[in-house]
């Protein structure tokens, strides 16, 4: 009888393992495909989320838009002006003789801005603030006149060796932050260094009084000034208020930013006028078709992106991430039935009637001619048709912020689809721990088999060489 060789081939462990291991790992493979498809819908509704916002703020704003007051000049050479909600339509006639100014006071001229000025003894300077009363003016210095605190409070610096340059002392009152503004000014002259100060508030109760305390002289012949006594500086410009009179009423301003003259208007003076100007206010029509076209836009956006999020897939095109989601639909109801309720307490009950009207597409397309004549004909009408309790921008800006709170359609449908995410991850990560102990479990049994396999081939060679092969 022959005996005939045979050796059984071995096994290559790494790879039959691998491929047990990728069947083993398809539940796996199916609950991260799970996981992406969650995060991809968070991921959707966080860009739903933004443009709800958006469309709320487009909401808000046209509702806000609608008290805008718009405030035009005859001549914007000589005046601006700005309109709150409180404004009343109407034309003023205006007149300025006299704009506000500051005071102005220049010190006698120095040879350098960086040499020292006396001796540097310690010398305090205060400045006080008041108006200027009688006497007379001549080349900037007053005599006869009288000087009366505002009561405002006195500021001081002090001057010593430290800074007792014209620079040190010009960067002392300006660090000082006291309402006075220091300039050095070069005029050409032999001592040309000039200290020019000014009150930063214009306004008659802003001239200055300044007064030194201490050793230093040269100091006090710099700085000290009283407009009643002692004037080591010129005045150059005189502190003086706005005069204006608004439909022949006589108004008077420290500033040249005039507000309450007319009701919920701020003035804005530039120049006097040698004839009378006229402000209209009005309601700010542009800003409100403005508004409306900018909530269109939101909705347009919004509902485009509701619209295909929420898109069932074809043979030809994917489905959106939402598809078939319930919190989308339910979005889309609520909306709906906000459009479709009629405003109550006006004439005007639907947008249509002041142009703002649904397309076949379903976006709203914004006639801003019809907005300006529904405006024109009865604007209380469009206010109420927008801003009341039941007007659509007070609606629709309200479902926008129950939609965005915390607990509502998209926080709670957002929070659902983190919890199925926590729970398909720790069953991934349990399944994991059971693929790690399946894989050893696989690798030592066939690295076994590999070597009763082994074993049986030198069986196999053994016995081939011990009986040999027969003769035929």
Same mark, same amino acid.
């Given at each position: 009888?022959?005996?005939?060789?045979?050796?059984?081939?071995?096994?290559?462990?790494?790879?039959?393992?691998?491929?047990?291991?990728?069947?083993?790992?398809?539940?796996? %493979?199916?609950?991260?495909?799970?996981?992406?498809?969650?995060?991809?819908?968070?991921?959707?509704?966080?860009?739903?989320?933004?443009?709800?916002?958006?469309?709320?703020?487009?909401?808000?704003?046209?509702?806000?838009?609608?008290?805008?007051?718009?405030?035009?000049?005859?001549?914007?050479?000589?005046?601006?002006?700005?309109?709150?909600?409180?404004?009343?339509?109407?034309?003023?006639?205006?007149?300025?003789?006299?704009?506000?100014?500051?005071?102005?006071?220049?010190?006698?001229?120095?040879?350098?801005?960086?040499?020292?000025?006396?001796?540097?003894?310690?010398?305090?300077?205060?400045?006080?603030? =008041?108006?200027?009363?009688?006497?007379?003016?001549?080349? =900037?210095?007053?005599?006869?006149?009288?000087?009366?605190?505002?009561?405002?409070?006195?500021?001081?610096?002090?001057?010593?060796?430290?800074?007792?340059?014209?620079?040190?002392?010009?960067?002392?009152?300006?660090?000082?932050?006291? =309402?006075?503004?220091?300039?050095?000014? *070069?005029?050409?002259?032999?001592?040309?260094?000039?200290?020019?100060?000014?009150?930063?508030?214009?306004?008659?109760? *802003?001239?200055?009084?300044?007064?030194?305390?201490?050793?230093?002289?040269?100091?006090?012949?710099?700085?000290?000034? %009283?407009?009643?006594?002692?004037?080591?500086?010129?005045?150059?410009?005189?502190?003086?208020?706005?005069?204006?009179?608004?439909?022949?009423?006589?108004?008077?301003?420290?500033?040249?930013?005039?507000?309450?003259?007319?009701? =919920?208007?701020?003035?804005?003076?530039?120049?006097?006028?040698?004839?009378?100007?006229?402000?209209?206010?009005?309601?700010?029509?542009?800003?409100?078709?403005?508004?409306?076209?900018?909530?269109?836009?939101?909705?347009?956006?919004?509902?485009?992106?509701?619209?295909?999020?929420?898109?069932?897939?074809?043979?030809?095109?994917?489905?959106?991430?939402?598809?078939?989601?319930?919190?989308?639909?339910?979005?889309? %109801?609520?909306?709906?039935?906000?459009?479709?309720?009629?405003?109550?307490?006006?004439?005007?009950?639907?947008?249509?009637?002041?142009?703002?009207?649904?397309?076949?597409?379903?976006?709203?397309?914004? %006639?801003?001619?019809?907005?300006?004549?529904?405006?024109?004909?009865?604007?209380?009408?469009?206010?109420?048709?927008?801003?009341?309790?039941?007007?659509?921008?007070?609606?629709?800006?309200?479902?926008?912020?129950?939609?965005?709170?915390?607990?509502?359609?998209?926080?709670?449908?957002?929070?659902?689809?983190?919890?199925?995410?926590?729970?398909? *991850?720790?069953?991934?990560?349990?399944?994991?721990?059971?693929?790690?102990?399946?894989?050893?479990?696989?690798?030592?049994?066939?690295?076994?088999?590999?070597?009763?396999?082994?074993?049986?081939?030198?069986?196999?060679?053994?016995?081939?060489?011990?009986?040999?092969?027969?003769?035929?």
């Amino acid at each position: 009888m022959a005996i005939t060789s045979s050796t059984a081939t071995a096994l290559d462990v790494p790879t039959l393992v691998s491929q047990l291991m990728a069947v083993e790992r398809k539940p796996i %493979d199916t609950l991260n495909t799970q996981v992406t498809d969650y995060q991809a819908k968070i991921s959707s509704f966080g860009t739903l989320s933004s443009l709800v916002s958006g469309f709320q703020t487009a909401a808000q704003n046209l509702s806000t838009s609608l008290q805008k007051f718009a405030a035009t000049p005859s001549d914007p050479n000589v005046l601006s002006a700005t309109a709150g909600s409180t404004a009343v339509a109407g034309t003023y006639t205006m007149n300025v003789s006299q704009l506000a100014q500051s005071q102005n006071l220049i010190a006698a001229g120095q040879t350098s801005s960086t040499a020292a000025i006396g001796t540097g003894t310690a010398t305090t300077i205060t400045f006080d603030f =008041g108006t200027i009363s009688g006497g007379t003016l001549t080349n =900037g210095v007053y005599s006869g006149a009288t000087f009366t605190s505002s009561g405002s409070g006195t500021k001081s610096i002090t001057i010593d060796s430290t800074n007792n340059t014209l620079a040190g002392i010009r960067d002392a009152i300006n660090a000082a932050g006291m =309402g006075v503004s220091a300039t050095i000014v *070069n005029d050409g002259s032999g001592t040309p260094y000039r200290l020019v100060l000014a009150s930063t508030s214009s306004g008659v109760a *802003n001239s200055l009084k300044i007064t030194t305390s201490g050793g230093d002289a040269a100091v006090n012949n710099l700085l000290a000034y %009283d407009p009643a006594g002692v004037q080591n500086l010129t005045q150059t410009q005189v502190a003086q208020n706005a005069n204006l009179t608004v439909n022949g009423i006589a108004v008077t301003s420290a500033s040249n930013t005039v507000s309450g003259a007319i009701q =919920g208007v701020t003035l804005t003076l530039k120049n006097t006028t040698l004839t009378p100007a006229s402000l209209t206010v009005a309601r700010d029509t542009t800003a409100i078709n403005s508004a409306a076209s900018s909530f269109v836009d939101a909705y347009n956006a919004l509902a485009s992106q509701i619209k295909s999020r929420s898109a069932y897939g074809t043979s030809t095109s994917p489905g959106g991430t939402l598809a078939g989601d319930g919190t989308l639909r339910t979005m889309q %109801d609520q909306l709906r039935s906000i459009f479709n309720t009629p405003a109550s307490g006006g004439t005007l009950t639907s947008l249509v009637q002041v142009g703002i009207s649904f397309q076949k597409d379903g976006s709203l397309l914004l %006639d801003s001619t019809q907005l300006d004549s529904a405006m024109a004909a009865n604007f209380s009408d469009v206010t109420n048709l927008f801003s009341s309790s039941t007007g659509f921008a007070t609606r629709l800006a309200a479902w926008g912020q129950s939609t965005l709170t915390p607990g509502g359609l998209i926080d709670t449908r957002t929070q659902s689809l983190n919890d199925s995410i926590k729970t398909r *991850n720790d069953e991934i990560d349990k399944l994991n721990n059971r693929m790690s102990a399946l894989q050893k479990q696989y690798t030592t049994e066939y690295t076994n088999l590999n070597m009763l396999l082994s074993s049986m081939n030198s069986t196999s060679t053994y016995l081939t060489q011990q009986l040999g092969t027969p003769t035929k």
